[in-house]
Each structure stands twice: as structure tokens, then as C-alpha cells.
């Protein structure tokens, strides 16, 4: 049974179905994912207080090997330094998307969807006028995953009981709304509880009262 060879397939953008074709599999890879706390100082108390701020998202990290010596007949009737800068492009903006595109890495009954967040390569071969012959490339690929995803995925339970959440960095009430209510629209909901006249009157480290919703009999309870 012929080995299947792993692809890097564009997912969005100008080159959107495009798929890069790796010569060699990787021999391994890794698997990285870790959540953020934040640490609140209480007088009196003999350590902090620890809450859960927002998971991050994971990283798959692999080496590439590309060389021309092993096999001539590259994937994708490519050479080296062809397949070194058409994966090296996925780091650049893309005219449609104004971001680096989306791509999936697939490999057997892996398919991770992300974006390339770190690119390393290293050339060990040379042809006789100087263009790579032979290179490692050390890619890192940051999952990437939609608002709604990251709704459904895992369901977050809309509040039975008020919450005391902190914005971070560019949250918004809308956001936050998303995140406990599925429904972003119910920011009016969180902007009432605080007295907030403007939903933009916050900032980053604000504290934020997250009221229960009603259901359509005036009880509370989930969506």
C-alpha cells in the first residue's frame, strides 16, 4: 500500500483549492494547546486568585524535508526552491483576504485547519549555481477557527446565573454576548446590567456583570 503523502491545501483567498504536495512526509510531529489565567492579588490571603480568561488555540509544529538529489520529479513538478517559496507565500497578505490565508494540513486522518504562524528553513544542499537543493523547513501552523466555531464548538451554555466576566484585549460587548448567549445580538442584555449607555465605554481589564437571560414566560433559563 503506497504511503499517503501529506498536502497543505489553501483554503480561502486568490489561490483558494490550491493544494501543496510535501515530498516527504514528517517523521513526527507535535501538538501544542494551553489556557490563559489571570492572577488577581487579595490582601490578606496567602495567594492569588486564579480565573480562567479564554483557551488558546493549538499549535501543530513539524519539520519539511525538501530535496532534489532524492527524487527529481518533485510533487507538483516543483523544485526546491519552487516549493520553498510557494509554502513561504502562505505567510503573506493575500489581495482577496487582506490576511495570510487559511490553509488545512492533511495527512491521513489528520486535517488541522489553520493559519502558518512561524516559518524556519534551513538549506543543506546546493546546486552547482547556488539555488537550495536540499532544505528543512520547521513550520508551525496555529489552529484557526470562526466565531461561530468557536460557539458551537464546544456549546458554551448560556447563563442561568449571573457571571462576573473581564475584557481582554479587543473583546467587545458583542463578543462577549456571542461567547454566553450564542447570540451577539444580546449585548443590549449585558449594556443594561452594567449602566452602560455606550457599549464602547469599556476597556481592557473592566469587570462586567453577566445577567441570566429571560425566556419567553419571564423565568430565566438557558436559550
Known amino acids: 500500500m503506497p504511503l499517503e503523502k501529506a498536502t497543505i491545501d489553501i483554503l480561502e483567498g486568490s489561490s483558494a483549492g490550491d493544494a501543496i504536495r510535501v515530498m516527504f512526509n514528517p517523521y513526527e510531529y507535535s501538538i501544542d494547546r494551553a489556557n490563559t489565567y489571570k492572577a488577581t492579588a487579595i490582601p490578606g490571603l496567602g495567594g492569588p486568585l486564579i480565573q480562567f480568561i479564554n483557551g488558546e488555540a493549538k499549535t501543530l509544529s513539524m519539520e519539511l524535508f525538501v530535496d532534489d538529489y532524492t527524487d527529481p520529479t518533485t510533487p507538483n513538478g516543483k ?8 509554502i513561504s507565500n502562505l505567510l503573506e497578505i ?13 495527512w491521513g486522518k489528520l486535517a488541522f485547519k ?3 504562524e512561524k516559518l524556519s528553513t534551513k538549506v543543506t544542499l546546493f546546486q552547482p549555481d547556488g539555488t537550495p537543493a536540499r532544505a528543512t523547513m ?11 466555531e468557536l ?8 447563563a442561568d446565573k449571573s457571571k462576573r466576566r473581564v475584557m481582554v484585549g479587543s473583546d467587545s460587548l458583542w463578543a462577549m454576548a456571542a461567547r454566553e448567549y450564542g447570540d451577539p445580538a444580546q449585548w443590549r442584555v449585558i449594556a443594561s446590567a452594567n449602566d452602560l449607555d455606550d457599549p464602547c465605554d469599556i476597556r481592557p481589564g473592566d469587570w462586567v456583570l453577566v445577567p441570566p437571560l429571560e425566556t419567553g414566560n419571564g423565568s430565566r433559563g438557558s436559550l
Open 79 to 86: 523544485s526546491v526552491q519552487e516549493t520553498l517559496d510557494s
Open 138 to 148: 520547521a513550520v508551525s501552523f496555529k489552529e484557526y477557527r470562526t466565531l461561530p
Open 94 to 106: 493575500d489581495r482577496d483576504l487582506h490576511a495570510p490565508p487559511p490553509v488545512r494540513f492533511v
Open 151 to 158: 460557539i458551537v464548538d464546544p456549546r458554551l451554555q448560556s
Open 114 to 116: 489553520a493559519i502558518i
